[in-house]
């Protein structure tokens, strides 16, 4: 079992910048693949970007392509989301999720793919 903490959320102007931190315990870090999703009122729980175990592998959700990167720090256990140009559509709550993985290559998209979540961090983009 790994449980993860979400940091770093707040209230941004548009165009503004963000990164979101996900820190790990319990288990290896490194087995798991990550993944990062955010979630409205009302509105189902959606994919925002992913890395596989040996984070050469990153994924992104198309209208977070070339603004957001996802990266991970094994040595600290620890998975981030740097998000730049930020907009008001992306004010959501930020989860991160975790997945053991026997492939390191593999990356994951959808939420009940990932069985390990955090409790998530409030990003707010103002226009």
């Known amino acids: 079992q790994v449980q993860l903490g979400e940091s770093g959320g707040g209230l941004v102007q548009a165009g503004g910048s963000l990164r979101l931190a996900c820190a790990a315990s319990?288990?290896?870090?490194?087995?798991?693949?990550m993944g990062w999703f955010r979630q409205v009122p009302g509105k189902e729980r959606e994919f925002v970007a992913t890395?596989?175990?040996?984070?050469?592998?990153?994924y992104y959700e198309d209208s977070v392509r070339g603004r957001f990167t996802i990266s991970r720090d094994d040595a600290k256990n620890t998975v981030y989301l740097q998000m730049n140009s930020l907009k008001p559509e992306d004010t959501a709550v930020y989860y991160c999720?975790?997945?053991?993985?026997?492939?390191?290559?593999?990356?994951?998209?959808?939420?009940?793919?990932?069985?390990?979540w955090g409790q998530g961090t409030q990003v707010t983009v103002s226009s």
């Open positions: 890395i596989s175990r040996s984070g050469g592998n990153t």
């Open positions: 319990g288990r290896t870090f490194s087995n798991y693949a």
């Open positions: 999720a975790a997945r053991p993985s026997g492939d390191k290559g593999s990356y994951y998209l959808l939420p009940n793919e990932y069985p390990f």
